[in-house]
């Protein structure tokens, strides 16, 4: 059971837009930044989105981010089969003094 | 880059020391963490060590098993895993942390990972 919650798959077809979201609480996501990673099965996570909605250098304007109370959101806009991957959200929480994931989420392109 | 190793396959209660060894970047200026997956599941943090390593935060799925330390003159960071069982199982990844505060955290920096299976 993992602290921050997320749906287990989404889909969508190509060139579509899709969101995930997830949830936490004030101890986590209500008051501290949301980062979000890209993991293709067999290969490391990859960082995606950094405090709410900046992305590293390298990273497409396709994918986005934003935060409202204890729930963050990523959006990939103009889906891609490469698009195909897990995504994780991540923050700190300051009760468990932890770093938190949520359980993930499978997007697959139609 | 960060590049893991000292993973393998240990018998259930035994002893493992993992290594992650970082390149290209002043590793004594940011705090580093290991985060594990285990088979076909999801990521879990497993431990946290500060720039200084004066201080270290633990999962408590780990927490009096495992001890994370690093070395800054030889740019590594360790996790000597203790008592392991079938469920520490999995691919263990470090890290590089980024972010002023914890509230900022987010990791930019990741290697390829070491694979440790706890099976008699």
């Known amino acids: 059971q993992s602290v921050l919650t997320q749906p287990p798959s989404v889909s969508a077809a190509p060139g579509q837009k899709v969101t995930i979201a997830c949830s936490g609480s004030?101890?986590?996501?209500?008051?501290?930044?949301v980062s979000w990673y890209q993991q293709v099965p067999g290969t490391a996570p990859k960082l995606l989105i950094y405090e709410n909605n900046r992305r590293p250098s390298g990273i497409p304007d396709r994918f986005s981010g934003s935060k409202s109370g204890t729930s963050a959101t990523l959006g990939i806009t103009g889906l891609q089969t490469g698009d195909e991957a897990d995504y994780y959200c991540?923050?700190?929480?300051?009760?468990?003094?932890?770093?938190?994931f949520g359980g993930g989420t499978k997007l697959t392109v139609l | 880059q960060l590049v893991e190793s000292g993973g393998g396959l240990v018998q259930p209660g035994g002893s493992l020391r993992l290594s992650c060894a970082a390149s290209?970047?002043?590793?004594?200026?940011?705090?580093v963490n290991w985060v594990r997956q285990a088979p076909g599941k999801g990521l879990e943090w497993v431990s946290y060590?500060?720039?200084?390593?004066?201080?270290?935060y633990y999962a408590d799925s780990v927490k009096g098993r495992f001890t994370i330390s690093r070395d800054n003159a030889k740019n590594s960071v360790f996790l000597q895993m203790n008592s392991l069982r079938a469920d520490d199982t999995a691919v263990y990844y470090c890290a590089r942390i980024r972010g002023a505060t914890l509230g900022q955290f987010y990791m930019d920096v990741w290697g390829k990972g070491t694979t440790v299976t706890v099976s008699s």
């Open positions: 060590i500060l720039t200084t390593s004066t201080t270290m």
């Open positions: 991540g923050t700190w929480d300051n009760s468990l003094t932890a770093a938190v």
């Open positions: 290209g970047f002043t590793f004594s200026d940011y705090s």
């Open positions: 004030s101890s986590n996501i209500g008051n501290n930044y």
